[in-house]
């Protein structure tokens, strides 16, 4: 059992070894007694690795060496084990040998069973003494090696006890401290205070934990955290510790928690601070401006209230596999609380705070990048068509050129210089449409309410169109919503390609939601009529292969859709979901 006393009984008559052993486990059911016939055998035994003895109880007369010499021989290795020397042949002098040899108890034997109940007591009292003293050591020892300073005060309020840590607090060696009243270490202005306060109620609840400032024998002082407690005996155990360092740091901490707090605040950035379970515990005041609502509106939402993207178990299950301090990074979308939403980068970071998961998230908003990229890439696009186009399209016209001036030159007919001028001609019509698409490309301005058959006898006057053999036949047309100067593009290149192609007659005719242009010339002889569209795509030797790009492109822009068929003859360009589009 856990509070057992183990007694090593050593007796050279082993019938009153075992009597002793019987008595003695009965009278208390803790003893657990082991009996021995010799000093000898008791000492191999208190030698041995196993040996776990809390009282050895021994006789006197014994063969080999007696109970001193035996008591003296344990003393050797166990100075501090009880010893109890019980015996039937004790004298004065016997008793005397003991206590100079370091006996815990002396007991003589008597007659009756009562010597059992004496002897019992006096084993459970030696121990119990033994293992409160071995206690007081293990304390003494802690006290003696802590890092914090500790005394004791009697009830005179006088130094018993310094340990060398509190000592050296104060500048001070333990000797020097003991038996001086505590106001020693301190200033005549916080003696006052503590003597009126801090020791009143030390007495009254036991008790007082706070800071106080202390004076070292140098006149140098420092501030303490200070822990006094009384004990049972009237005693006040005092514990301090020098926190001045520590006092520093805090001041230096606050301000530059301050500062910072200042700086996440005035961040041009949104930030927010949430917990594991996706709850929003802080946010800056851009965060508030960027979704419209303030800070207790959006204090404890959860973030996928936020971020359209999100659900809780995509986010329980990201950051859950986030290290301490590791980085995510992701592109989302963020909802405002007016419901309108804007593209965001999100940059998120574990932190551990006082042992609780937190997640430090500082968010922008790239709209304004998003438009930029967005920019770039057209402009990367309408430069590879341009650097496409000039590369090719303009080298086949260049030649043709190069080669009738050649021949004028060694022929001197100047009749080859109308086939260079048509090569010239071409190459202008192909330059201008390049360049169309390399400074407008999809962009459109604002729109207007524009009458479309207005808009389309414009274009053909401006094409030649009347010069031309081919007639030109309009429906009944309504107004649309579009940008002007695009449509007018649209509308010549469609036209001049109507005429190009050779048809007599070009009609233009409304449709349930646009309108439709065709031409009774050739048709389109392609498997995929759609790669009429296709940049440098042309079946005519005159064409850039840019014109019904153009097309496209401004259709698209309006959000358009254009499609071209073939009918009876000739070819249909059909252009729907046209806004505004109705009869005059």
Same mark, same amino acid.
């Given at each position: 059992?856990?509070?057992?006393?183990? =007694?090593?009984?050593?007796?050279?008559?082993?019938?009153?070894? #075992?009597?002793?052993?019987?008595?003695?486990?009965?009278?208390?059911?803790?003893?657990?007694?082991?009996?021995?016939?010799?000093?000898? &055998?008791?000492?191999?035994?208190?030698?041995?690795?196993?040996?776990?003895?809390?009282?050895?109880?021994?006789?006197?007369?014994?063969?080999?060496?007696?109970?001193?010499?035996?008591?003296?021989?344990?003393?050797?290795?166990?100075?501090?084990?009880?010893?109890?020397?019980?015996?039937?042949?004790?004298?004065?002098?016997?008793?005397?040998?003991?206590?100079?040899? $370091?006996?815990?108890?002396?007991?003589?034997?008597?007659?009756?069973?009562?010597?059992?109940?004496?002897?019992? !007591?006096?084993?459970?009292?030696?121990?119990?003494?033994?293992?409160? %003293?071995?206690?007081? %050591?293990?304390?003494?020892?802690?006290?003696?090696?802590?890092?914090?300073?500790?005394?004791?005060?009697?009830?005179?309020?006088?130094?018993?006890?310094?340990?060398?840590?509190?000592?050296?607090?104060?500048?001070?060696?333990?000797?020097?401290?003991?038996?001086?009243?505590?106001?020693?270490?301190?200033?005549?202005?916080?003696?006052?205070?503590?003597? !009126?306060?801090?020791?009143?109620?030390?007495?009254?609840?036991?008790?007082?934990?706070?800071?106080? =400032?202390?004076?070292? &024998?140098?006149?140098?002082?420092?501030?303490?955290?200070?822990?006094?407690?009384?004990?049972? %005996?009237?005693?006040?155990?005092?514990?301090?510790?020098?926190?001045?360092?520590?006092?520093?740091?805090?001041?230096?901490?606050?301000?530059?928690?301050?500062?910072?707090?200042?700086?996440?605040?005035?961040?041009? *950035?949104?930030? #927010?601070?949430?917990?594991?379970?996706?709850?929003?515990?802080?946010?800056?005041?851009?965060?508030?401006?960027?979704? $419209?609502?303030?800070?207790?509106?959006?204090?404890?939402?959860?973030?996928?209230?936020?971020?359209? !993207?999100? *659900?809780?178990?995509?986010?329980?299950?990201?950051?859950?596999?986030?290290?301490?301090?590791?980085?995510?990074?992701?592109?989302?979308?963020?909802?405002? =609380?007016?419901?309108?939403?804007?593209?965001?980068?999100?940059?998120?970071?574990?932190?551990?705070?006082?042992?609780?998961?937190?997640?430090?998230?500082?968010?922008?908003?790239?709209?304004?990048?998003?438009?930029?990229?967005?920019?770039?890439?057209?402009?990367?696009? %309408?430069?590879?068509?341009?650097?496409?186009?000039?590369?090719?399209?303009?080298?086949?016209?260049?030649?043709?050129?190069?080669?009738?001036?050649?021949?004028?030159?060694?022929?001197?007919?100047? /009749?080859?210089?109308?086939?260079?001028?048509?090569?010239?001609?071409?190459?202008?019509?192909?330059?201008? *449409?390049?360049?169309?698409?390399?400074?407008?490309?999809?962009?459109?301005?604002?729109?207007?309410?524009?009458?479309?058959?207005?808009?389309?006898?414009?274009?053909?006057?401006?094409?030649?169109?009347?010069?031309?053999?081919?007639?030109?036949?309009? $429906?009944?047309?309504?107004?649309?919503?579009?940008?002007?100067?695009?449509?007018?593009?649209?509308?010549?290149?469609?036209?001049? !390609?109507?005429?190009?192609?050779?048809?007599?007659?070009?009609?233009?005719?409304?449709?349930?939601?646009?309108?439709?242009?065709?031409?009774? $010339?050739?048709?389109?002889?392609? /498997?995929?009529?759609?790669?009429?569209?296709?940049?440098?795509?042309?079946?005519?030797?005159?064409?850039?292969?840019?014109?019904?790009?153009?097309?496209?492109?401004? /259709?698209?822009?309006?959000?358009?859709?254009?499609?071209?068929?073939?009918?009876?003859?000739?070819?249909?360009?059909?252009?729907?979901?046209?806004?505004?589009?109705?009869?005059?």
């Amino acid at each position: 059992m856990a509070d057992s006393i183990r =007694v090593l009984h050593v007796d050279d008559e082993p019938s009153i070894g #075992d009597l002793t052993a019987d008595f003695l486990e009965r009278v208390d059911p803790r003893f657990e007694v082991e009996t021995v016939t010799s000093a000898e &055998a008791g000492l191999e035994r208190l030698r041995s690795v196993d040996a776990e003895v809390d009282c050895v109880v021994s006789d006197y007369e014994m063969p080999g060496r007696d109970g001193i010499e035996f008591l003296e021989a344990v003393r050797e290795t166990h100075s501090d084990l009880p010893f109890i020397l019980f015996t039937g042949k004790g004298s004065e002098e016997v008793a005397s040998d003991a206590i100079s040899a $370091g006996v815990s108890d002396y007991l003589q034997k008597s007659p009756g069973t009562e010597q059992y109940e004496l002897l019992a !007591n006096r084993i459970r009292n030696s121990v119990e003494r033994a293992r409160a %003293q071995r206690e007081r %050591q293990r304390h003494l020892s802690a006290i003696e090696t802590a890092r914090e300073g500790i005394s004791i005060l009697d009830e005179n309020e006088e130094f018993v006890y310094v340990n060398e840590a509190y000592a050296d607090l104060y500048g001070y060696d333990p000797e020097e401290m003991v038996g001086e009243r505590w106001e020693l270490i301190y200033r005549d202005e916080d003696i006052e205070w503590i003597e !009126n306060d801090v020791l009143p109620t030390v007495y009254e609840e036991g008790s007082w934990q706070g800071k106080t =400032v202390g004076l070292r &024998a140098d006149g140098s002082t420092f501030v303490e955290s200070h822990s006094l407690s009384k004990t049972e %005996q009237g005693d006040i155990v005092c514990t301090i510790r020098d926190i001045t360092e520590q006092q520093e740091r805090e001041r230096q901490l606050r301000r530059k928690t301050a500062r910072l707090e200042a700086l996440l605040e005035e961040s041009p *950035d949104m930030i #927010d601070m949430h917990d594991a379970e996706g709850t929003i515990l802080d946010v800056n005041r851009r965060f508030c401006e960027e979704m $419209g609502a303030s800070k207790e509106e959006l204090v404890g939402k959860k973030v996928w209230e936020v971020d359209t !993207n999100l *659900d809780p178990d995509t986010l329980k299950e990201t950051i859950r596999g986030l290290d301490l301090d590791e980085r995510l990074s992701v592109e989302t979308e963020f909802k405002r =609380v007016d419901g309108s939403t804007f593209p965001a980068e999100v940059h998120v970071r574990r932190l551990d705070i006082q042992g609780e998961d937190r997640f430090l998230v500082i968010t922008r908003n790239i709209s304004e990048h998003e438009e930029q990229k967005r920019a770039i890439e057209r402009k990367n696009e %309408q430069l590879e068509v341009f650097a496409s186009t000039v590369s090719h399209d303009l080298r086949n016209p260049l030649a043709t050129a190069q080669g009738y001036v050649e021949l004028a030159r060694e022929t001197g007919d100047d /009749a080859y210089f109308e086939q260079v001028e048509r090569s010239l001609d071409r190459m202008e019509r192909i330059i201008g *449409d390049v360049l169309w698409l390399a400074r407008e490309g999809k962009d459109i301005g604002s729109t207007d309410r524009i009458d479309l058959a207005e808009a389309i006898e414009d274009a053909w006057e401006v094409i030649g169109g009347p010069s031309h053999r081919t007639s030109l036949e309009i $429906g009944e047309l309504g107004w649309i919503e579009a940008d002007e100067d695009r449509l007018r593009q649209l509308l010549e290149n469609v036209l001049v !390609n109507a005429i190009e192609h050779g048809g007599e007659t070009v009609r233009v005719e409304p449709l349930a939601d646009g309108f439709a242009i065709e031409d009774d $010339g050739p048709g389109i002889a392609v /498997a995929d009529p759609s790669r009429v569209f296709d940049r440098g795509y042309s079946t005519a030797d005159e064409g850039t292969g840019i014109g019904l790009a153009v097309v496209r492109e401004i /259709a698209d822009a309006h959000g358009w859709s254009v499609d071209i068929v073939e009918w009876d003859s000739g070819a249909r360009f059909e252009f729907t979901g046209v806004a505004g589009t109705d009869p005059r």
